[in-house]
C-alpha cells in the first residue's frame, strides 16, 4: 500500500482554509486603492497642502502596500504594524485637516476583520 504524499487528498478529511475570503477582499480593495494614491500624489489637490504632505503619502503608500501584503499572507506582525499605521494615519490626517470618515471605514474594516482572525495567523 502506498503512503499518500503531502499533496494528497484523503478522503473524508476537510481541507483547512488559509486565509478567510472577508479578510482577502479587504486587502485587495486596499491594495487597489494604493496603486491609485500613487497617480494622486501628484495631483495639486496633494501638493497644495503642506510642503512635507505628498512624501508623507508616498511612503505612508509604501508602508500600507506592506502590510497589506503581509495581512493577506495571514502574518501578526502585519495586525500590530497595521495598528500603529492606523492611528498614526489618522493623526495626520486631522492634523492637515483631511480626515474624513469614509477613509477610515475600509481601514477599521481590514484591522477588525484581522483582529477577528488573529488566532489563525502565523508567526
Not at 31 to 54: A, T
Request: charged share 15%; net charge positive; hydrophobic share 55%.
Amino acid at each position: 500500500m502506498a503512503v499518500p504524499g503531502p499533496f494528497a487528498i484523503v478522503p473524508g478529511e476537510k481541507m483547512k482554509p488559509n486565509r478567510p475570503p472577508l479578510l482577502t477582499v479587504l486587502c485587495l480593495t486596499a491594495l487597489l486603492g494604493c496603486f491609485f494614491r500613487i497617480y494622486y500624489v501628484f495631483s495639486p489637490e496633494i501638493q497644495n497642502v503642506r510642503s512635507w504632505y505628498p512624501l508623507y503619502v508616498s511612503l505612508e503608500t509604501v508602508f500600507l502596500i506592506v502590510c497589506l501584503y503581509n495581512l493577506f499572507m495571514m502574518r501578526k506582525w502585519s495586525f500590530w504594524a497595521f495598528s500603529i499605521f492606523l492611528i498614526l494615519h489618522q493623526m495626520v490626517q486631522w492634523q492637515v485637516d483631511r480626515w474624513d470618515v469614509s477613509a477610515l471605514a475600509l481601514f477599521l474594516a481590514i484591522e477588525m476583520t484581522a483582529a477577528f482572525y488573529y488566532r489563525r495567523m502565523t508567526r
